[in-house]
């Protein structure tokens, strides 16, 4: 009995090594390869990028799988910094003086003809009629592109505010080309609807804060799309209410003096 | 001989007389009848003074030779505006009246269209010329403007 236990043991155990052996043996043939690296076989040449073709191995040594490197990372070109756009709404600034204006001119309505009369700068050119719209500017148009200006300050749209704002929108949009047309180096200043008084506002269906606003909406859009700047009227004359001070006006649109030095003394540290 | 002396001396103050702006013509500075004026209510509008050099482009005046002069704009509400001219000598003066009408005409024709109820105080404006002096008075009340230049240039 105890000799077959050991007989079954013994052939049990022989059966057990002999697999061992085989799997170790497996095992070993797979140990061969060599691991991936920058490092190769100082017996082998890698092929390159370009296609220079590699040697063929020498006999005496165990053919290798090509290393694969990794192609090399193009550099990442530092991109170039895109130019700032200007603001269309300028912060203020340091004050400038008369003599900065005398390559501006100033086209516009009556208020821009009040400006004219009455805020002392006479270093500029003045382009100003009483109840001058869009449509019946052409005239005073054509005559200031007869000379070149670095500089076109615009104040347009009291008279036009009963329009559609995006037809008057349009029809500034063209303004705008027709300037550039032959003023090619000259900065456009687009200045917004000025205020209007509180009592003017409450009680008139059209020269009101809203339309005032919604037109000055328009004009600022307008200034970013034709790269132009906005001067902010409603925010250089208008009193801690949001609106024309009624001290200074007799209509609740128009103003006296004094109320254009303000408008200047705006102009003089908004500027590009 | 001496009725000849008497004739030409008498004939010398003659031309003295009607010569230039002689003591019979008005002698009085725009800015006191302009103040006059704004003072006493004559004006609906806010009305402030202008510069010599922008008066002078507004009345289109060129190189006519004035000596002295007020002028008052409206805001642009009214065509409401007072314009009182001293000139070197009459005939300068006339020629300051001729620029005044032409201003006024040129204001008909912008406040037609623009502030029709304006046209009126136009029309009746105030224009007046005695010796070297021109006034061109758009007010609210015409004769008040008139009765105040009075004063000065009756």
Sequence with gaps: MKSGILKYALTFLSVFVVLIAFVFVGSCSTADKPPVSSETDPGTELSTPNGTETPAPSQDVPPTDAVETPDPVPPTPTPTPEPTAPPTVLPASDPVDDEWFSDAAFLGNSLVDGFRLFSGLTTCDYYAVTSMTIVSSTDMVNLMNQKQYGKIYILLGINEIGYEPEVFKGQYADLIERIREHQKDADIYIMGLSPVSEYRSTTDGLFNMTRVRL???QLLELAGEKGCYYIDLVEALSDETGYLPSAVTSDG???????????????????? | MKKNLIMFLALTLLVSVFAACGSNEPQFEPDDAALALLEEGAFADLLSPVDATIAQSLYNLGELEITACSVYCSTGATAEEIAIFRCADAETAKEVELAAKARLESQSATYASYAPEAIPEIENAVLRVRGCYVACVVSGDAALASSILDRYMK
């Design chain 1, 215 to 217: 037109y000055n909406e």
């Design chain 1, 253 to 272: 649109i128009h103003f006296e003096a004094v109320h254009y030095q303000v408008w200047l003394d705006w102009l003089r540290t908004h500027h590009a």
